[in-house]
Structure formats: C-alpha cells, structure tokens
C-alpha cells in the first residue's frame, strides 16, 4: 500500500479556500487518489479522485502534481460544515480503501 | 434517502456476549464492506463481500464474522465481544471493485461492559 503524509490538523476561516495538501511519494503509476471526509459521528463520505489531471466537482477541486508524488485538496470556500477529517487515499483498484490517519480541518466563524 | 442504513445506531452489550450489527442497502451494490473505527483513529477494513464472495482481512479477529444472506443485506457478528472491540463499526458498498466510490453507512457504535 502507497504511504501517505498529512497534516495532523489544519484551521482555516469560514468563506476562505482551504488547500489540504498530501505526499504519496510511493504511489504507483496506475493508483488513482482518493478522498473521503468523515464529518463528527458520521461515516465517511467521498469527495473526489483523479488519476493524473486536476479535477473539480461541486464538493471540491484536486490538484495533482506532475510527478504524482503529492495533491492537493481545494475546498473554494469554505463553511461550518466542511469541518471535518479528511482522507487521501491512493487507491490501487483493487478491492479495498486503506485509511491513513488524515487532516482534522476546523473552520471558524 | 438513506442508501446504507445500519442499525441499530448505538449498541451495548455485555463482556463476552455475542452481538450482531447490521448492514443494509438500497444501492443494489456488490460490494460490502464492514470497517472498524476505534476512538481517534482511522477506519480499518474487517472484511468485504463481492456478491457472496467472502474475504477476510488478515489480521481481523477469528472473533469477528459476517453473513451475508442477499444483495441487500449484510451482518457483522462478534462471537465474544472484549472491551478492546469497543468501537464504531462502519458499512460501507461499492458498485464493483475498482475504481468505484465507496458509500458508507453512519455506523452503529458498540460499547462493551
């Protein structure tokens, strides 16, 4: 399984963007990075992936460095509700997700 | 719309009594999973079904067991619950293996007494 490094913890304030960065250094050409949120008591939930190009959706954009050695996680502004622990996972399109121990975003009003 | 609903929320059971959790869904999905989340620390992977195809982590406890009886349903048994099997236990599907986003459940969490 790929390694993963993250910030124990970010603060950021509500409205503002937020970059969640992570180093997967041992990541393998064909692993896709994920990302799940866990929000307080609640189960995970996914956000986005991308294999090699930057992806956006309406949760969240990923940015993917060249090399793939590291993303990025962009919430464009952020809100309460976006506190949360967050996840990157590289995953190897097998059968199973590998949790490390992720970024415990808070936000402040 | 609930799409993997686990009950019950919250479970209590004594030192070395069996308890069952459950797991269902309306995915129509053919994968399940059953997770483990202790205090603090990040979800691990107890074992997962592809349809009726059983696979078992290697390092998850002969204590634990599942059953899953169809598509729909799943069943995380624990023969003889310790306190250190105190958690949140967490369903979670997928469509397929693969690259396939995972759809979790908001847990039961179990505490031993």
């Known amino acids: 399984d790929a390694k993963t490094t993250q910030p124990n913890s970010m603060e950021s304030n509500e409205e503002e963007p937020v970059h969640l960065p992570c180093n997967h250094s041992?990541?393998?050409?064909?692993?896709?990075i994920h990302w799940y949120r866990q929000l307080p008591s609640q189960g995970p939930e996914y956000v986005i992936h991308?294999?090699?190009s930057n992806v956006n959706n309406r949760m969240a954009s990923l940015a993917i460095a060249e090399d793939r050695k590291s993303s990025t996680l962009i919430l464009h502004r952020a809100t309460l509700r976006d506190a949360a622990v967050y996840y990157c996972?590289?995953?190897?399109?097998?059968?199973?997700?590998?949790f490390g121990q992720g970024t415990r975003l808070t936000i402040n009003p | 719309d609930a799409m993997v609903i686990q009950n019950p929320r919250y479970q209590v059971t004594q030192f070395g009594k069996p308890v069952t959790l459950s797991c269902s869904q309306t995915?129509?999905?053919?994968?399940m999973y059953w997770y483990q989340q202790k205090s603090s620390q990040a979800p691990k992977l107890l074992f997962h079904?592809?349809?009726?195809?059983?696979?078992n982590e290697a390092d998850t406890p002969d204590n634990f067991q599942s059953r899953r009886p169809n598509t729909s349903f799943c069943f995380l048994d624990i023969r003889s619950p310790g306190l250190g099997d105190a958690a949140m236990y967490l369903c979670?599907?997928?469509?397929?293996?693969?690259?396939?986003?995972?759809?979790f459940g908001p847990g039961t969490r179990l505490t031993v007494t």
């Open positions: 979670a599907t997928s469509r397929d293996y693969g690259d396939y986003e995972q759809y």
């Open positions: 041992t990541i393998s050409g064909t692993d896709y």
């Open positions: 991308g294999l090699t």
């Open positions: 996972i590289p995953y190897q399109g097998a059968q199973k997700l590998v």
């Open positions: 995915l129509n999905h053919n994968v």
């Open positions: 079904y592809y349809d009726k195809d059983f696979n």
